[in-house]
């Protein structure tokens, strides 16, 4: 098993069974890279994501019950900032807070556990 820096120190990697996960924290995602989905439009022959183009709806994402977790606190955030601005920039940031939660939602009802996978 190989590994890059990861979790709170900016984007890694970890590599195991074939498989390259690259965490991703700024985008509260892990991308199970395939570069043939990549949603990212990686250089021709790439082995790694663009880390910092992370798109919705890529079929490279993974996310785990924690990430969901930080989604719905990143959304409070947003709702907190928007309560101290002018009203259209209140309306983009609650727009956001909201598609923020709605992906933590999907997670929720989609989820699978570890056992499931196996």
Same mark, same amino acid.
Request: hydrophobic share 35%.
């Given at each position: 098993m190989e590994g890059g820096e990861g979790v709170g120190g900016g984007p890694g990697y970890l590599a195991r069974d074939g ?9 509260? $995602? ?24 992370? #798109? ?6 993974? #996310? ?5 977790? $930080? ?9 907190? $900032? ?10 983009? $940031?609650?727009?956001?807070?909201? #598609?923020? #939660? ?17």
């Amino acid at each position: 098993m190989e590994g890059g820096e990861g979790v709170g120190g900016g984007p890694g990697y970890l590599a195991r069974d074939g498989i390259v996960l690259y965490d991703n924290p700024e985008a509260l $995602l892990i991308c199970a890279f395939k570069h043939d989905v990549a949603m990212c439009e990686p250089a021709p022959g790439a082995t790694a994501p663009r880390q910092y183009d992370c #798109r919705p709806g890529c079929a490279n994402t993974v #996310r785990t019950d924690g990430h969901a977790l $930080l989604l719905r606190e990143r959304a409070g955030e947003l709702d907190q $900032l928007a309560d101290r601005l002018p009203l259209p920039l209140a309306r983009r $940031l609650r727009t956001n807070a909201a #598609r923020l #939660r709605a992906t933590a939602d999907t997670h929720d009802s989609t989820a699978q556990s570890a056992e499931a996978l196996r």
